[in-house]
Every structure is written in structure tokens, then in C-alpha cells.
């Protein structure tokens, strides 16, 4: 199959266009190279995907409709995947423009050329920022998600709301995925293990945000990827509306759409989590502990049983082996690229 992925330098984008590529498939990436964080770290993203002959890339922003329209009709996809965005949910409350002209130009533009197309499959990723500090948990995917508490899980919202719009209007297929606190190798600078690893290293304190009564549903990046290929193949249809007790299904009743929860529902404490790096890097973490920053939420919980339902997979990964693995590419690569 053809495959047309925004944000193939980014970290969950080269994760997902490597796996495709390993399994036989056309990519066709695009990525803006911002300067977000170092370049270093996206173009060794690129070099390595450049090595599959089934791999095109190009080098563009969402926001430029001409290069975006170009590339598009250029790759003729069976399947579109938009990850690229302005990510962070703290540098939001910076630069609150760089998330309304990717997050919201660019995903328009994006479905804009999918309805020109009438493409099979649209995914959008979303976040698990979306539920704000919903005191239910786990978050399901039909719980209120009005209450954004930073402009980027307004503008996640946003592409979640837009492409159901489109999706109505025009036909064809959308999934939007949820992604809850995705980690691993190759991942970006401002996540918070590779900033605790790099800390760690040059005799930092790491800053431990909350008092350390957070927590998080860690998704390992090789489990997200598997969850997303399996999804691409699971176009919203009555076809396949999932009517198993217990499951609710977000498929909507007015168009085909469906959003769709990517995490494992095993929410680790910040400070276990902590614990689990030390481990990893066999040294202890000089530890400041900071109270709650602006616009994060005290925990994230994923309900996976509608990604298990349609997919039969739900995201296993230990936080053991996930920060292991890190760890290990950290010091064999990830220290060169900072």
C-alpha cells in the first residue's frame, strides 16, 4: 500500500514509516525540520529512513497549501496519516501561534486535499491532553472533552471537532487517535526521559514537577506504531461498528469517524517512574522537587477496550523494558544527536 505521513522526521512519525517501510510498503513523508529542537536528532531520523528505496521524503510546512497540495497528489496514497503538529503542551503557553498555524491551518489543509482525494483512510493523532483533569478515570473515549487546559489540547480538540465536520460532508473515512505520554528510542529532546537521562549525565538535578504525585499511562513508541498500523486497516464503517457489552463505540451516527484511545491503561507514579530511569542508568538522580506547572493534569488513564475491540491489541510494554530500551539507545546514539 502507498502511505502519506506528515511529520515523518518527528519522533512517532519515523517510528511509524520505518514499520511500514520493514513491511513492504511506499512512504511518502513530509516534515518542516523546525527548529522546535536540534535538528541533529530529525535529520538522523531522515538519513535513516532514507536508506528504503520505498521511501520518499520532502521537506515542507503544513501551512504552505502549494507545497502540501504538490506533495500529496504526487504520492496518490491509499492511506494518509497526519501526525506532524506543533507538540508540548508547556511551550503552548510560549508561542500559542506555532499551534494555530499547525495544528489548525495545517489540518485543514490536510483535509482539504483528503476530500479533493476521497482517500481510503485519514488518521489524525490527537492527545490524551484533550480530557483535561477529568476526575473519571480511565478516560474513555466518550467522556467530556470540553475543558482544555492549554491551547494545544484546545487545538487538538479542534482537529477532532474539524474532521468530523469533513468526515460528515464529504465521506470518507476518519480516525482520530488519543495518544497517552508516548516514549522511547529516538524520541525528543523535551520528553521527559530523555531530559532525565540527560540530567542524570552531566550531574543535573532533574526537575520533578508536581512533588511527584503525578501520574502517567506511559505508551512504549513500538506499541503505538502497532496499534496505529492495526487501525489503519479499520476505516469507520457501520461495517464494523463494535457492539460488544461494556464497549462503547465512538463511531459517530452521522458520519464515518471514530476516535480511538492509544494506550495501555497501566498508569505508573511519577516517582516510580523515576525509580525505574535510576535503575536504568545505574546511578541515582540528584531530585528537585517543583510544584504543578501551569496547564499540566495530576494523571492520564486510558480505557483501551475500544483500540482492543477493533484491533484485538492493546499496548503491553513494561515501563521496565521501555525505559531500558531508551536508556541503551540514549547512550549508544541519542547523547551525540542533543
Do not use: C
Request: aromatic content about 10%; glycine content about 8%.
Amino acid at each position: 500500500m502507498r502511505y502519506f505521513i506528515t511529520g515523518t522526521a518527528g519522533f512517532i512519525g519515523f517510528h511509524l514509516a520505518r514499520r511500514l517501510l520493514e513491511d513492504g510498503h511506499e512512504v511518502f513523508g513530509i516534515d518542516g525540520m523546525t527548529q522546535y529542537y536540534n535538528l541533529k536528532l530529525k535529520e538522523a531520523r531522515n538519513a535513516a529512513l532514507a536508506q528504503f528505496p520505498s521511501f520518499t521524503g520532502r521537506i515542507g510546512m503544513l501551512e504552505d497549501n502549494g507545497f502540501l497540495r504538490e506533495a500529496v497528489m504526487a504520492a496518490k496514497p491509499d492511506v494518509m496519516i497526519h501526525l506532524a503538529a506543533q507538540a508540548g503542551v508547556r511551550y503552548s503557553l510560549e508561542n500559542p501561534k506555532a499551534y494555530l498555524d499547525s495544528n489548525l491551518v495545517g489540518t485543514w489543509n490536510i483535509l482539504e486535499l483528503a476530500k479533493e482525494l476521497q482517500i481510503g483512510h485519514l488518521m489524525l493523532a490527537s492527545t490524551s491532553s484533550v480530557y483535561g483533569a477529568n476526575p473519571e478515570v480511565p478516560f474513555r473515549e466518550s467522556d467530556k472533552t470540553d475543558e482544555p487546559l492549554t491551547f494545544y489540547a484546545a487545538t487538538k480538540k479542534a482537529t477532532e471537532l474539524m474532521a468530523h465536520s469533513y468526515a460528515h460532508l464529504y465521506k470518507f473515512p476518519i480516525t482520530a487517535f488519543r495518544f497517552f505520554t508516548v516514549y522511547g528510542p529516538w524520541g525528543r529532546p523535551d520528553m521527559a526521559l530523555f531530559k532525565f537521562a540527560k540530567a542524570m549525565l552531566d550531574g543535573q538535578p532533574i526537575e520533578i514537577y508536581g512533588e511527584g504525585k503525578m501520574s502517567r499511562d506511559f505508551t512504549y513508541i513500538e506499541d503505538l506504531v502497532e496499534a496505529i498500523v492495526r487501525l489503519s486497516a479499520v476505516a469507520p464503517a457501520e461495517a464494523n461498528r463494535v457492539t460488544k457489552p461494556g464497549v462503547s463505540d465512538t463511531l459517530s451516527h452521522q458520519a464515518p469517524f471514530r476516535v480511538v484511545n492509544l494506550g495501555g491503561g497501566q498508569p505508573v507514579g511519577l516517582m516510580e517512574f523515576v525509580e525505574t530511569i535510576e535503575k536504568a542508568m545505574g546511578q541515582p538522580a540528584i531530585r528537585k522537587m517543583l510544584p504543578m506547572q501551569k496547564g499540566d493534569v495530576p494523571r492520564t488513564f486510558a480505557a483501551p477496550d475500544l483500540l482492543q475491540a477493533l484491533t484485538g491489541y492493546t499496548p503491553s510494554t513494561t515501563v521496565e523494558e521501555g525505559v531500558k530500551a531508551f536508556v541503551e539507545w540514549y547512550l549508544d546514539q541519542g547523547r551525540a544527536l542533543e
